[in-house]
């Protein structure tokens, strides 16, 4: 049997059309990376201190012999160091040491914006800079009574400085951080 060439033809883009129809190619995106933190559960800092405040329960104290804890966050490779000053007629000087401080990341960052907190009920003042690049601190605040204690805090990231990969950690920081200073008073 003698097959035309038109039925030929015919026969093949059949062919051609129903392997073609399997599976269609097209480009896969990029992937993206999703980083989910737990819902925060706040618990109060050892009565060791001259203040209070309440930290995220995933956060392990460290170094708790020294005037101010740190606070390390495992899963995220980060600390938040912090550092209490008694005021002794320096608080100008303490506050132009806390505003020059991010200024020395202003090489890396694209800006710093700065959100100023005030509690006058607890006498707590302070400013919080959110460092936003590639600088070695993501994170920076003060807080003070402006009379007697000043307390300094640094976040800090074991990886090197991509704002990019490091930024939902750091909001997530961001965020207790805010809770820490809304929770913040002073002993005496």
Known sequence: MRVSKCTRSFLLSLM????ACDS???PKPKAQLRLE???????????????????NDLVQL??????APDLYYPKMKATLYLSYVGVENNVDSLLNDAYQLPGKHMIKAEEIPERVFMAPEK???????????????QLQFFLTDSTDHFL?????F???????????????????VMHLMETFRWKD
């Open 123 to 137: 006498r707590v003042y302070g400013t919080l800079f959110t460092v936003v690049g590639n600088a070695a601190s």
């Open 37 to 55: 933190y737990p819902e925060p559960n706040y618990k109060q800092v050892p009565d060791v201190y001259r203040f209070d405040f309440e930290y």
């Open 158 to 176: 074991y990886s090197r400085p991509n704002y990019d990969s490091i930024m939902p950690a750091a909001k997530y920081v961001e965020r207790d």
């Open 24 to 26: 269609v190619q097209q």
């Open 152 to 156: 300094m805090g640094s976040l800090y």
């Open 16 to 19: 051609a059309l129903m392997t």
């Open 62 to 67: 460290k170094r708790i012999a020294k005037k």
